[in-house]
T-cell receptor
């Protein structure tokens, strides 16, 4: 089954404790992206990658890191999480022909205390 | 400028009604227009995708784009309780862009279909 998977689905952590949210897709997609979704603010792009070893900042990159060492994986790293990073996070991927047709993962609900 | 405006709702209608969801935008460079549907506790999924102006129909769903007015609509006929979800409009100037050239999303309209 073609899909984007994220882990963990739910995470409660404390300020300053480094964490990684994994994202993996099995569709051989070039494009991958991370979004956060907050009430009243909608979906905002954090980082995106158009190919292996190529990453770029989105609208709200501060406090986040990403890497793209393999085509299928695009982890999101929070080196020192803060409460304002409490949010719902989505990973998405898209194929070569059209990056507008994005396939989203199930989401990760992160709470930073 | 990337702004896309979308009424957040909630919009509550009885089963069987025709639903109209709308977005306005300011960037005249947008050419590709999408509607994503997001069920509660799920990721968005692409529902409708149109290029430039005109209409596209898929079953009970019709997407309409009016570039001259910078206005897009999604119509749902014979609405069902299973259509209850948040509907996000999205648009872009290119097919293969990222960042500022990638997708710009509206904030979403929460739709409730009452049985």
């Amino acid at each position: 089954e073609a899909q984007v998977t994220q882990n963990p689905r739910y995470l409660i952590t404390v300020t300053g404790k480094k964490l990684t949210v994994t994202c993996s897709q099995n569709m051989n997609h070039e494009y991958m992206s991370w979004y956060r979704q907050d009430p009243g603010l909608g979906l905002r792009q954090i980082y995106y990658s158009m190919n292996v070893e190529v990453t770029d900042k989105g609208d709200v990159p501060e406090g986040y890191k990403v890497s793209r060492k393999e085509k299928r994986n695009f982890p999101l790293i929070l080196e020192s999480p803060s409460p304002n990073q409490t949010s719902l996070y989505f990973c998405a991927s898209a194929g070569t022909r059209d990056y507008n047709e994005q396939f989203f993962g199930p989401g990760t609900r992160l709470t930073v205390l | 400028q990337k702004e896309v405006e979308q009424d957040p709702g909630p919009l509550s209608v009885p089963e069987g009604a025709i639903v109209s969801l709308n977005c306005t935008y300011s960037n005249s460079a947008f050419q590709y227009f999408m509607w994503y549907r997001q069920y509660s506790r799920k990721g968005p999924e692409l529902l409708m995708y149109t290029y430039s102006s005109g209409n596209k129909e898929d079953g009970r769903f019709t997407a309409q784009v009016d570039k001259s007015s910078k206005y897009i609509s999604l119509f749902i006929r014979d609405s069902q309780p299973s259509d209850s979800a948040t509907y996000l409009c999205a648009m872009s100037a290119t097919r293969n862009g990222g960042g500022a050239d990638g997708l710009t999303f509206g904030k979403g309209t929460h739709l409730i279909i009452q049985p």
